[in-house]
């Protein structure tokens, strides 16, 4: 009876949560002044997730004061009229959409052919290898779309301000990637970051090899332990070959509590009801930013 009354009171404050950020969205007006066009930000959103995407998105935006290049990847599902909002709350975005990304990758994926088999059967994998097809500078950052900012990264925007052609990405609890590292690093010959994250990335186009990419996916298509996580073991491959960079401080914050610290940055929601949280902790706390900033 009591996990009853938690779940019922868990999703009516989410769906709370959800209404507010659609407020959020209706007064949300982008920063005036313009980031640094070498460098964009993408995220891939689904019919599901394009709300929290938005909302991330603006986070990410209201926090740093500046109007990046933004690119909203939809991975088939989103409609005309997800479109439209997407594109009336974030004017001069560039939406991205799935028959558009069939078209580009399909010349660009055609000397790998595993590459193009596994995007084909995976979704996630559009994460890989569409998103930085599309980044017109030399640097991109990569944020998921359940991750909310809290405070100003400054770490993200000395980055990017420096011109650092380092990689930096958001720190796990635990290891997740398609198959063990022991496994990987033998066959690859490439020591591995730990606990890499592809929720929020930033990194240099420079450091995304197709051949190394292919060569992983020949190698462990057919054995990997976690499906599921070839995406994330794809950008962690990278970056550990590129070998600058690492872990963004602690403050960039993946936790399964209820609540986040108190000094984090930013939060990736994780778990099953990620959602649910984002929406009570992380627009909550949004709301009370855009009101009282």
């Known amino acids: 009876?009591?996990?009853?009354?938690?779940?019922?009171?868990?999703?009516?404050?989410?769906?709370?949560?959800?209404?507010?950020?659609?407020?959020?969205?209706?007064?949300?007006?982008?920063?005036?002044?313009?980031?640094?066009?070498?460098?964009?930000?993408?995220?891939?959103?689904s019919s599901k997730t394009w709300h929290a995407g938005v909302l991330a998105a603006m986070s990410f935006e209201l926090f740093t004061q500046r109007r990046w290049n933004l690119f909203i990847h939809e991975d088939g599902s989103v409609d005309e009229s997800a479109r439209k909002k997407i594109e009336q709350v974030l004017p001069g975005v560039h939406f991205i959409p799935r028959v558009?990304?069939?078209?580009?990758?399909?010349?660009?994926?055609?000397?790998?052919?595993?590459?193009?088999?596994?995007?084909?059967?995976?979704?996630?994998?559009?994460?890989?290898?569409?998103?930085?097809?599309?980044?017109?500078g030399e640097r991109m950052i990569l944020l998921d779309s359940d991750v909310i900012f809290f405070k100003k990264p400054k770490e993200i925007l000395a980055w990017v301000d420096s011109k650092s052609e380092e990689c930096w990405y958001n720190e796990d609890t635990t290891e997740k990637?398609?198959?063990?590292?022991?496994?990987?690093?033998?066959?690859?010959?490439?020591?591995?970051?730990?606990?890499?994250?592809?929720?929020?990335v930033l990194m240099p186009l420079a450091a995304i090899s197709l051949p190394l990419a292919e060569q992983l996916l020949i190698t462990f298509k057919t054995?990997?332990?976690?499906?599921?996580?070839?995406?994330?073991?794809?950008?962690?491959?990278?970056?550990?070959?590129?070998?600058?960079?690492?872990?963004?401080?602690?403050?960039?914050?993946i936790s399964w509590g209820l609540f986040r610290k108190p000094h984090s940055i930013c939060r990736h929601y994780v778990g099953a009801f990620k959602h649910d949280l984002l929406y009570i902790e992380g627009v909550t706390a949004l709301f009370l930013k855009m009101v009282f900033h």
């Open 1 to 45: 009876m009591l996990k009853s009354l938690r779940n019922f009171l868990r999703r009516f404050l989410a769906r709370c949560g959800y209404a507010l950020g659609t407020c959020l969205m209706r007064f949300w007006q982008r920063p005036a002044c313009e980031a640094d066009a070498s460098v964009s930000v993408h995220l891939l959103v």
């Open 100 to 136: 558009l990304s069939e078209e580009v990758m399909k010349k660009r994926l055609q000397p790998y052919p595993n590459c193009q088999l596994l995007r084909r059967e995976h979704n996630l994998f559009l994460k890989f290898f569409d998103l930085p097809a599309f980044a017109p």
């Open 177 to 200: 990637y398609c198959i063990p590292r022991y496994e990987i690093e033998p066959a690859l010959g490439i020591k591995l970051w730990p606990r890499f994250n592809s929720g929020l």
């Open 223 to 253: 054995t990997a332990h976690h499906p599921q996580f070839f995406e994330q073991t794809l950008y962690a491959l990278m970056a550990s070959a590129w070998n600058q960079g690492g872990a963004l401080p602690s403050t960039y914050e």
